[in-house]
């Protein structure tokens, strides 16, 4: 079953979390740990329920790791993405548990909640648009790939990777890690590497998107005065 398979692949996720923050921490007392928990893993669980009524597909789709017919440089991005993913856990673990060396101001630390939740809203309102929203760059031929551009697409390119921008803002801040949060850019810069790469291959492979992008000339951030204009002109597109 679908679901079930979703929700292993969750639970195991959640597992290597667990260990990642608690085990660095020394304790399982820490109540931002939980919340983090408790914020991330519901809202991903709804979501996989949502999509297991609504878009099987999807949910078939992003339960791939690796794929053939997915580039080479993108398989190891996924695998370099993941595993700096559970490092960089760890190292806020580290910071915000163990080694106390730069306090972070509460309104930072609520800064950081409300990041976050602006993220894993970004997530979901994303994949609730594009049908077609696969955890790896590759054109999905057997579902009948065809370009999005409604929704957040009307603003930018990635509207996934923005949320993921905002993740990695938000996560360190709640934490009160300094060290996570210098990390951010990292994985900003591995977000950006990526959507360069990604629209190479759109360009070359899914009709409409060249010109897509010169419709929505933003990959991550929306040009606020000018998107009822551009939802205008691309009322009739559909994207990726």
């Given at each position: 079953?679908i679901?079930?398979?979703?929700?292993?692949?969750?639970?195991?996720?959640?597992?290597?979390?667990?260990?990642?923050?608690?085990?660095?921490?020394?304790?399982?007392?820490w109540?931002a740990?939980?919340?983090?928990?408790?914020?991330?893993?519901?809202?991903?669980t709804?979501l996989a329920?949502?999509?297991?009524?609504?878009?099987?597909?999807?949910?078939?789709e992003r339960?791939s790791l690796?794929?053939a017919?997915?580039?080479?440089?993108?398989?190891?991005?996924?695998?370099?993405c993941?595993a700096?993913?559970?490092a960089?856990?760890?190292?806020?673990?580290?910071?915000?548990?163990?080694?106390?060396?730069?306090?972070?101001?509460?309104?930072l630390?609520?800064?950081?909640?409300l990041?976050?939740?602006c993220?894993?809203?970004?997530?979901?309102?994303?994949?609730?648009?594009?049908r077609f929203?696969?955890?790896?760059?590759?054109?999905?031929s057997?579902?009948g790939h065809?370009?999005?551009?409604?929704g957040p697409?009307?603003?930018?390119r990635?509207p996934?990777?923005?949320g993921a921008?905002?993740?990695?803002?938000g996560?360190?801040?709640?934490?009160?890690?300094?060290?996570?949060?210098?990390?951010?850019?990292?994985?900003?810069?591995?977000?950006y590497l990526?959507?360069?790469?990604?629209?190479?291959l759109l360009c070359?492979?899914l009709?409409?998107?060249?010109?897509?992008?010169?419709?929505v000339?933003?990959?991550?951030?929306?040009?606020?005065?000018?998107?009822?204009?551009r939802h205008?002109?691309?009322?009739d597109?559909?994207?990726?």
């Amino acid at each position: 079953m679908i679901l079930a398979k979703a929700l292993g692949a969750l639970w195991l996720v959640f597992l290597l979390t667990c260990v990642a923050l608690f085990v660095p921490a020394g304790t399982l007392s820490w109540t931002a740990g939980w919340i983090f928990l408790l914020l991330f893993f519901g809202w991903m669980t709804v979501l996989a329920l949502w999509l297991s009524r609504n878009d099987p597909g999807l949910l078939i789709e992003r339960l791939s790791l690796l794929k053939a017919d997915q580039p080479v440089w993108d398989r190891i991005w996924v695998l370099l993405c993941y595993a700096l993913s559970l490092a960089w856990l760890v190292l806020i673990s580290l910071d915000a548990r163990r080694w106390h060396r730069l306090q972070v101001p509460l309104w930072l630390q609520l800064l950081g909640a409300l990041l976050l939740l602006c993220a894993l809203t970004m997530i979901v309102a994303t994949m609730r648009t594009n049908r077609f929203l696969s955890p790896l760059v590759r054109l999905q031929s057997e579902r009948g790939h065809t370009l999005v551009s409604d929704g957040p697409y009307a603003s930018v390119r990635h509207p996934l990777y923005s949320g993921a921008c905002l993740f990695y803002l938000g996560v360190p801040l709640f934490f009160g890690s300094w060290e996570g949060f210098a990390c951010a850019p990292l994985f900003m810069g591995l977000l950006y590497l990526r959507a360069v790469l990604e629209e190479r291959l759109l360009c070359r492979a899914l009709p409409g998107y060249e010109q897509y992008m010169q419709e929505v000339p933003r990959r991550f951030l929306p040009r606020f005065s000018s998107r009822r204009q551009r939802h205008t002109s691309l009322a009739d597109g559909k994207d990726r």
